[in-house]
């Protein structure tokens, strides 16, 4: 569902601007015109002269991209509003730059029927300030036991379908999910932890673990389910996406099933690009996560995917929890994070650090996942969708949780410190989203 601009909108002319567009490898400094909500034009001739009668934003030589796709976001609406809403949740994914965001199955009830997910189309049309599309349940609850409805799920405005945080443990529904997906030219995003392996452990096994005295769950156990995921993406041909990979061994089963040509993705979470399990240090449980936290060696291989081009997709993984359910001892604190404020300027951590270029580590939250869900976002050209982000990349700020837009707090990178931030978020045209001087979050 996209926001729907007003259709008398005054015509806009980003002046001084560096256009970095991922899809079409540009990088150069001009100028962008937006005219009723799409992208009127573009290039070195708008750099700085305005046409008549547009209101001229002064870039100041900062970076003018496509607004970012983040295609993991768990809200707390319907059910478990207390944790998060589309409202909060669209103003946090402003004021970091992410102006598609899709959300996950994972409420009460389940968003497995039709009428969930015009519930949610509806409430983000009266509330959302973003692009709010929805990834409906794959089976029903989220159970893994019996198939939801596919066909009528993606007529009703699904644009995927996803387990949400638990794996399908029953290969059989596994393949028939693939094939029903197949039939319907839709995608499959499948968390990939074996249940059984991961029962009980609260973070990644190894010296961390041990020193802490925490149960450990070993990598093992990401890996197997995607082995058995690819060899059913062989039988099927439908086309899977693995969500959040965590390890090197996983990254390799999959850049040989890409190899084979097979229609397989992945992604990661920015958690897991920029953290590590050391991280956790005295049993922080705003770093409880799933999956946990590795070590740094395999940190640095996701790192290094990404800047291949191995890795197609950054997420922010976004899991608001209430701090009820954090002020525990960290083995019994709930797994999950927030993310979609901090989401870009995390991740230009890998770019101030020379670790992965602009271009590549814009791509995977912008064009990459907006073309595996078929979006018309994610791009600067003729008219595309005129939603847009405009980034200092060089200032500085540090996270306060308390002056965060999310309803729920539980952030990882909470007191850290940022740089590069979000200074304009436009959506279809329209300005949801001014920083404004002095503001500290």
């Known amino acids: 569902m996209r926001k729907n601009g007003s259709p008398a909108q005054e015509a806009t002319v980003f002046l001084n601007a560096r256009l970095v567009d991922p899809a079409s490898g540009k990088d150069e400094p001009g100028g962008l015109l937006v005219k009723d909500g799409v992208i009127a034009d573009l290039g070195g001739h708008l750099r700085r002269n305005a046409p008549e009668r547009a209101k001229v934003i002064d870039c100041g030589g900062h970076v003018l991209c496509p607004?970012?796709?983040?295609?993991?976001?768990?809200?707390?609406?319907?059910?478990?509003?207390?944790?998060?809403?589309?409202?909060?949740?669209?103003?946090?994914?402003?004021?970091?730059?992410?102006?598609?965001?899709?959300?996950?199955?994972?409420?009460?009830?389940?968003?497995?029927?039709?009428?969930?997910?015009?519930?949610i189309q509806r409430r983000a049309r009266d509330n959302a300030i973003v692009n709010v599309h929805v990834m409906a349940a794959m089976t029903r609850g989220l159970k893994g036991q019996d198939m939801a409805e596919i066909g009528l799920l993606k007529r009703a405005g699904a644009i995927a379908f996803t387990n949400g945080k638990s794996s399908v443990g029953n290969a059989r529904v596994m393949r028939n999910v693939l094939l029903y997906a197949k039939d319907h030219a839709t995608l499959v995003v499948h968390h990939t932890e074996d249940p059984q392996l991961t029962e009980g452990s609260v973070m990644n096994a190894?010296?961390?673990?041990?020193?802490?005295?925490?149960?450990?769950?070993?990598?093992?156990?990401?890996?197997?389910?995607?082995?058995?995921?690819?060899?059913?993406?062989?039988?099927?041909?439908?086309?899977?996406?693995?969500?959040?990979?965590?390890?090197?061994?996983?990254?390799?089963?999959?850049c040989a099933a890409k190899a084979r040509k097979l229609p397989v993705t992945c992604g990661v979470s920015i958690n897991h690009l920029t953290l590590n399990e050391n991280d956790i240090g005295s049993y922080r449980t705003f770093l409880r996560l799933r999956p946990p936290l590795r070590s740094e060696e395999d940190r640095s291989a996701m790192v290094r995917g990404l800047a291949a081009g191995d890795i197609d997709v950054i997420v922010s993984s976004h899991d608001p929890q209430d701090a009820d359910v954090k002020r525990h001892p960290f083995a019994e604190a709930a797994d999950g994070a927030i993310g979609l404020e901090t989401l870009l300027a995390a991740s230009l951590r890998l770019y101030h650090n020379?670790?992965?270029?602009?271009?590549?580590?814009?791509?995977?939250?912008?064009?990459?996942?907006?073309?595996?869900?078929?979006?018309?976002?994610?791009?600067?050209?003729?008219?595309?969708?005129?939603?847009?982000?405009?980034?200092?990349?060089?200032?500085?700020?540090?996270?306060?949780?308390?002056?965060?837009?999310?309803?729920?707090?539980?952030?990882?990178?909470?007191?850290?410190?940022?740089?590069?931030?979000?200074?304009?978020?436009?959506?279809?045209?329209?300005?949801?989203?001014?920083?404004?001087?002095?503001?500290?979050?």
């Open 354 to 441: 020379g670790e992965v270029g602009l271009l590549p580590l814009l791509r995977a939250m912008t064009i990459n996942p907006a073309k595996l869900l078929g979006l018309p976002s994610g791009r600067l050209e003729k008219g595309a969708p005129a939603d847009l982000i405009l980034v200092d990349l060089g200032q500085p700020w540090v996270v306060d949780r308390t002056l965060l837009k999310a309803r729920s707090k539980n952030s990882p990178f909470d007191e850290s410190r940022m740089q590069g931030r979000v200074l304009t978020t436009m959506v279809a045209g329209k300005t949801v989203y001014q920083y404004a001087a002095g503001e500290r979050a």
């Open 206 to 254: 190894g010296e961390v673990a041990t020193r802490l005295g925490l149960p450990g769950v070993d990598k093992a156990a990401e890996t197997i389910v995607i082995e058995r995921d690819l060899r059913l993406v062989e039988i099927t041909g439908g086309r899977y996406h693995a969500s959040n990979l965590s390890c090197a061994e996983s990254l390799a089963v999959i």
């Open 67 to 119: 607004g970012l796709v983040d295609m993991q976001v768990f809200t707390g609406e319907p059910g478990l509003e207390h944790r998060e809403t589309l409202k909060t949740a669209s103003h946090a994914a402003a004021a970091g730059g992410v102006t598609t965001i899709v959300v996950m199955p994972d409420t009460e009830p389940v968003i497995d029927q039709v009428a969930l997910v015009d519930f």
